[in-house]
DNA sequence: GCTTTAAAAAGTAAGCT
DNA sequence: AGCTTACTTTGAAAAGC
């Protein structure tokens, strides 16, 4: 009746409030990580999904958004660690990845965990690094993966202590603490991972 | 047959030692226990013969954790109930003991690819993320377990009931891997 | 979901000398 | 650069918010 259609467009009104608060989220924070448009679209279809699948029940609009927009980062292999994610968000980092793993596993995405590599390219560029050191580095990464040498390590903590090793041999040096800053790890966890790559890669670094 | 020893590492369980306890009597006359209402609804304290901790409700329940093995469960808990009758409070006979939970560590003595165990074993059974954690998660059904695998080789198996729940779950994940020629 | 307990694994982090 | 302490993850029970 009547009655039964109000409600409909009720609920209609908020379903559709609600999709718009959360794609402005995605919009607000992809924009505040200078994220390119095809990453807002993938966390925006995530996000669709996850609605259609009713897993926002029992959970926030900006938690699910935040986990979307992580889940589409790795997707788009663009990746931003869940610190990167916390900052433009208003939710935790515990909350973040906590319903990351409930929609990645309700949405079957079936992502693999993220590749030192796939943060080549930001990082560099974020140190002004040119392509020959771009390549220096996925290089030596390819090579510490077949050893074995990044099994459990951090994908940012490696990543930096290959571009680290990589600017050196290139003659482009950069300083562990301007790798750490742009990578956002600490200056002793490149220095413990590069001292594991050069020994066990047999790389000399002249310092 | 001696490389399949998993170690105990801690011991979780759970009892009943009377129908109720008044946790302010305990607290002044148990030396170092703890008390704090508002903070939490147990009381803690801490043994060391064999080294355990517990927790104390009003409701006359124990929770025992620690221990170090099965029997120095029963062996803690015996001695709780005498400390509680030397200052006056009667206890439960023979409390029955339920072993909640048990964490294990093992060895399969292997450098592990994790990236490799994770697409072995199916990305929707596991759980890896090196960003925050250095272990893969797997849980298994039988027995009911959880294990943390760690590329230096190194298990840790919690979750199980008992000893035997721990050691199977061991060899689950050895005899898995090995059939996958990841060992 | 949180609070509190204990313990291992390995990586990362922070504070102090 | 070390050393120490501490936090990340897993599991379970207890009583109450």
Sequence with gaps: RLRKWQRRIRVSNATERNLAFALSELDRMASALGLP??????????????????????????GVAAAALYAACRQCSVPRTLDEIEEVSRVSRKEIGRTYRF??????????????IDYVP??????????????????????ASEKELTSGR??????AAAIYIASILCGERRTQREVADVAGVTEVTIRNRYKELAEELDIEIIL | MSESSIKIENVVASTKLAEEFDLTVIESQFEGAEYNKQKFPGLVYRVSDPKAAFLVFTSGKVVCTGAKNVADVHTVIGN???KLNSIG????????????????????????????????????????????????????DEP????????????????????????????????????????
Excluded: W
């Design chain 1, 37 to 62: 448009r095809t990453v807002r679209e993938t966390a925006a279809v995530v996000y669709r999904k996850a609605v259609d699948k009713n897993l926002i029940r029992g959970r926030s609009i900006e």
């Design chain 1, 154 to 159: 951090g994908p940012t903590g490696v990543a």
């Design chain 2, 89 to 140: 409070i009667k206890t439960i006979e023979n409390p029955q003991i339920t072993v909640q939970n048990i964490v294990a560590s093992a060895d399969l003595h292997t450098i592990l690819n994790l990236n490799a165990i994770a697409i072995g074993l199916g990305l929707e059974n596991i759980e890896y993320e090196p960003e925050q954690f250095p272990g893969l998660v797997y849980r298994i």
């Design chain 1, 122 to 143: 930001r990082f560099c560029s974020g140190l002004n690094l040119k392509g020959e050191v771009q390549s220096k580095s996925v290089e030596i990464l390819r090579q």
């Design chain 2, 144 to 183: 009911k377990v959880v294990v943390l695998i760690f590329s230096s080789g190194k298990l840790v198996v919690t979750g199980g009931k008992s000893p035997e729940d721990c050691e199977r779950g061991v060899e689950v994940v050895r005899q898995q891997l090995d059939n996958m020629g990841l060992l």
């Design chain 2, 80 to 82: 709780m109930a005498r």
């Design chain 1, 103 to 116: 929609i990645s596993r309700e949405l079957a995405l079936k992502l693999m965990p993220t590749s030192p």
